[in-house]
């Protein structure tokens, strides 16, 4: 099982902050993850220039990037947050990808050019929802029965929803603290539901990594894309903590937030 570096990202770049600065932005509709100092692609989004074009493909190392007739930029061991602005620009401009194929060295390395486009979003457009407002009553598959489930029916207990998948780095250490709770926090029992709710596109992976890391103890549930966008996560880990009345209490990526503190506080509302 592969480990990331760093928090998964998806970068389709569409509109999202540039909309508010009224800018037509694009992209080329990718999925990238870093695998020790290489940027590689994770997954190739539907509808986009990149799904249209087929001269990228999951699994590909990308080592420089160029706008246009600018020279190439090289991004071996750069952070994934400087990448995705080169990755940006107004919908009709070109980018050039350097590529090397997956499993080969960089003397197999090829130039790719896409013209960037509108890509309809895979994940949501990481604008959390904030403290107070309802939960989405997304649906879930429950792993544990293989049976279909809402959000809506753990109404009345105190609720932490883990987004997470089993190739993001980041996500391992916070599904191992999720594991502890129960045995730190024995008043939660019956009180609290620590729902890991995994993004894998096969549900099947998500099965067996759990029980190979032995992680019963929260409860396992498979969710699609609509869910993710319901709750305007953009990155994993992202976390939401609700209260008894599906409420927000708090939400955040990676360890943005405090979940014992936050439901401990709640309990003493009570």
């Known amino acids: 099982m592969r480990v990331l570096n760093c928090l998964a990202l998806v970068l389709w770049l569409v509109q999202v902050a540039a909309e508010v600065r009224g800018e037509d932005y694009s992209g080329i509709g990718i999925v990238l993850r870093v695998e020790g100092t290489n940027i590689v692609v994770e997954g190739i989004m539907p509808d986009s220039p990149a799904a249209a074009q087929k001269t990228i493909r999951v699994g590909d190392r990308i080592i420089a990037i160029a706008q246009d007739k600018e020279p190439a930029v090289q991004i071996q061991s750069v952070k994934l947050a400087q990448i995705v602005p080169m990755f940006r620009g107004p919908k009709g401009t070109t980018v050039h990808v350097t590529i090397v194929p997956a499993g080969e060295d960089d003397s197999r390395a090829r130039v790719v050019s896409f013209v960037r486009g509108e890509v309809k979003g895979l994940w949501g457009d990481g604008v959390l929802l904030g403290k107070g407002v309802k939960a989405p009553d997304?649906?879930?598959?429950?792993?544990?029965?293989?049976?279909?489930?809402?959000?809506?029916?753990?109404?009345?207990?105190?609720?932490?929803?883990?987004?997470?998948?089993?190739?993001?780095?980041?996500?391992?250490?916070?599904m191992a603290d999720l594991q502890s709770y129960p045995a730190k926090y024995p008043d939660w029992k019956d009180k609290v539901v620590l729902i890991a709710a995994s993004i894998d596109d096969n549900k099947d992976a998500a099965v067996r990594h759990l029980k190979a890391k032995e992680w019963n103890e929260t409860h396992n549930v498979w969710i699609?894309?609509?869910?993710?966008?319901?709750?305007?996560?953009?990155?994993?880990?992202?976390?939401?903590?609700?209260?008894?009345?599906?409420?927000?209490?708090?939400?955040?990526?990676?360890?943005?937030?405090?979940?014992?503190?936050t439901v401990n506080h709640e309990l003493e509302v009570r």
């Open 224 to 261: 699609q894309s609509e869910a993710m966008r319901a709750f305007h996560a953009d990155g994993i880990p992202t976390v939401y903590v609700l209260n008894r009345r599906g409420e927000i209490l708090a939400a955040g990526v990676g360890g943005l937030v405090d979940i014992p503190g």
């Open 138 to 174: 997304i649906e879930m598959l429950g792993l544990a029965k293989n049976t279909s489930e809402r959000l809506s029916d753990y109404a009345d207990k105190i609720v932490v929803l883990e987004f997470w998948a089993t190739w993001c780095g980041p996500c391992q250490k916070k």
